[in-house]
């Protein structure tokens, strides 16, 4: 072989070896290059998925035994519903002589109450509503309590929502009123899948001593019950609003190419 055809051999093989050398590093750079972008989008979509990450708020909207159930002499609820650890944010609004509606100013009416709220900016995820004993003294007639009921229930919307019912035994017209208007909560209920109704009428019925002398509110005793009853229910409320058993997808990020 002449000396041109040698080197013109040497410079084709170098020309091989830089023109691989080449396609090696161009492999490098694109395969960086993915992990890079895949990474970035993974990390994108786990910061939009925490930015979005829901707040859920339990209400409970009450009257004068709420407001017992939370005095810190007496129920104390708010810190035991904190310490569950379940509802990011706990609020028990209790106010004396609260109706569940009509023509009285926004604390003492619940309807006004929870738009309140709402104009407010807080959106509860599930409510214990503990209204209906100061609407007793206003009329004993169903279609008073059913508007009254469904008012509320219309305004608070799809969430979750429990509704305590109530017992009177002050005179035998509140007693009478009280088994009227539970009849009406149980059947109004039914015509809302998110509603249930927790039989306090029952229970206080079984334990008469928690009655107060003036036998509308509650003793210590009572209102440690009270709370104890809102607590159990804020453990099932939070059962409804995020299951015990849910089905995820993982989404994972790309770390190998083909070679």
């Given at each position: 072989m002449c000396v041109a055809q040698q080197r013109i051999g040497a410079t084709h093989r170098h020309c091989n070896c830089v023109s691989n050398v080449g396609n090696a590093l161009n492999l490098r750079v694109c395969r960086t290059l993915t992990l890079v972008v895949a990474t970035l989008i993974s990390c994108n979509f786990v910061g939009n998925a925490r930015a979005v990450e829901p707040t859920h708020t339990l209400l409970i909207l009450g009257d004068s035994i709420t407001w017992g159930a939370n005095y810190k002499g007496f129920g104390n609820v708010t810190p035991q519903l904190q310490a569950l650890n379940t509802f990011d944010k706990v609020i028990v609004d209790g106010a004396f002589s609260r109706n569940i509606s009509g023509p009285a100013n926004t604390l003492r009416n619940g309807v006004k109450t929870y738009a309140k709220y709402l104009k407010e900016k807080v959106r509860p995820?599930?409510?214990?509503?503990?209204?209906g004993s100061n609407d007793l003294q206003g009329s004993i007639k169903v279609r008073y309590y059913e508007d009254r009921i469904r008012e509320l229930l219309t305004l608070i919307g799809d969430i979750p929502v429990v509704w305590v019912n109530v017992l009177r035994i002050d005179s035998q017209y509140y007693v009478r009123a009280s088994a009227v208007f539970n009849r009406v909560l149980d059947r109004v209920a039914l015509d809302y899948p998110n509603v249930s109704v927790v039989d306090w009428?029952?229970?206080i019925s079984a334990n008469p001593k928690w009655f107060a002398f003036d036998k509308l509110h509650l003793q210590p005793v009572g209102y440690?019950?009270?709370?104890?009853?809102?607590?159990?229910t804020a453990q099932n409320l939070w059962n409804v609003v995020v299951p015990t058993t849910t089905t995820t997808t993982t989404i994972v990020a790309a770390t190998t190419?083909?070679?």
């Open positions: 995820s599930a409510v214990i509503v503990a209204l009428h029952t229970m440690r019950a009270r709370a104890t009853l809102y607590i159990e190419i083909p070679g």
